[in-house]
């Protein structure tokens, strides 16, 4: 397939809204024993249940290491097709591909450079050169052509669109100093409007507190439909998050979007603060220069992220009385989708969720 020498806005593409129908989905098999507590099984069966639950309602492709093929394709039901995809580890959302299409049925790939969340700044593992080649792999089993970044490092769960000009994103993570320090604020708005076809781009500023992606606002907000926005919420003061929510639903609740409709927020609650049990520490191989995951450090948990697909909301549920709660916001939020909550503490374990392991290809 061919790398393109232009951007999506010169050609007429567009990145869709996740609501917007899918021609299926992407996940990656976890392995590696320094993220993956008992060498990724427990994770492993967390995304199997995950695959199967997205596959009600679409096609499901599970990218894996050779070394893993057999373990998945004996683990996965028959309808889940299984790819050899080489990577170092499995978050899609945000070392695959970016897809955009226009209104004559094209889809094209953005494959921008991934680095880790930070490269040799503050990296959450080296190397990743496996990982940066994902997006490419996806556009070629896809058969479309791509846009490739080499000089612009983002991941897919550092954006979220509304399809219709807007993005939402968070300065924690945009302007941090491992991905483009060599470019300003008003440098990296403009690659995002050239590459995705924006007309605005609302800069939240941080996001869930203690997220190792430096914030990516795919834990903390999300579009439900243009002019609504789904934002991770505690009524607890004492909780350090607290501000954090509240200064963003401050940003969203003044702010307009691409088409100057003002923007609706609805809160998602928050489970309590989730921590490493002794055990889960203990089950992780401790590599130099691999996040550690020490007993009693807080995770990022949060429903907000959470996937949408063709007809359906996949949720992560922890154990929480809030899990009810986020399911009853979310049935409301989504009338016409049914809402299904999966387990997901073994994903969380490795420092994200649902949302961060799947990665949409829009019907074109
Ligand atoms: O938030 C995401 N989109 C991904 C989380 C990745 C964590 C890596 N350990």
Redesign the pocket.
């Known amino acids: 397939m061919k790398t393109l020498d232009s951007t999506a806005k010169k050609d007429g593409y567009r990145m869709p809204g996740e609501f917007e129908e899918h021609k299926g989905t992407y996940i990656l098999w976890p392995q590696r024993p320094d ?1 993956w507590r008992n060498g990724g099984k427990p994770a492993q069966r967390a995304f199997t249940d995950v695959a199967k639950a997205i596959s009600e309602f679409e096609h499901v492709t599970v990218g894996v290491n050779d070394d893993q093929y057999e373990n998945a394709r004996n683990m996965l039901p028959d309808d889940i097709e299984v790819v050899e995809i080489s990577n170092d ?1 499995s ?1 899609i ?2 070392c695959g591909a970016t897809f955009v299409k226009n209104d004559q049925g094209g889809l094209r790939a953005i494959d921008w450079t991934f680095n880790s ?1 930070g490269g040799l700044v503050d990296g ?1 593992y080296f190397p990743w050169d496996k990982d940066d080649k994902v997006a490419q792999k996806m556009s070629e089993i896809e058969r479309v052509d791509r846009y490739r970044l080499d000089d612009f490092v983002l ?4 954006i979220h669109v509304d399809g219709e000009g807007t993005l939402i994103t968070t300065e924690e993570c945009l302007l941090s100093a491992g991905r483009n320090p060599q470019l300003s604020k008003g440098q990296i708005e403009e690659i995002l409007k050239e590459n995705l076809n924006l007309k605005k781009i609302i800069w939240l500023k941080r996001g869930i507190y203690l ?3 430096n914030g ?1 606002v ?2 903390i907000a999300n579009f439900v439909k243009p002019g609504l926005v789904a934002l991770a919420w505690t009524d607890d003061k004492n909780d350090p998050q607290y501000e954090i929510s509240k200064e963003n639903l401050d940003i969203l609740e003044s702010a307009t979007d691409a088409r100057g409709r003002k923007i609706q927020v609805v809160k998602l609650v928050l489970p309590k603060p989730v921590t490493i049990t002794s055990t889960e520490s203990k089950g992780v191989d401790a590599i130099n220069g691999s ?1 550690p995951r020490t007993e009693g450090e807080r995770l990022a948990a949060s429903y907000v ?1 959470y996937y949408t697909a063709n007809g359906g909301i996949i949720f992560p549920l922890f154990g929480d009385p809030a899990d009810k709660i986020a399911g009853q916001t979310l049935e409301n939020l989504y009338p016409n989708r049914k809402v299904v909550g999966v387990s997901a503490r073994e994903i969380l374990l ?4 649902i ?2 392991i799947t990665q949409q290809i829009p019907k074109a």
């Open positions: 993220n580890d978050w959302r945000d969340w959450l991941e897919g769960g550092s997220d190792e992606t990516h795919d834990n996040q992220n490795g420092g994200g969720n949302h961060c």
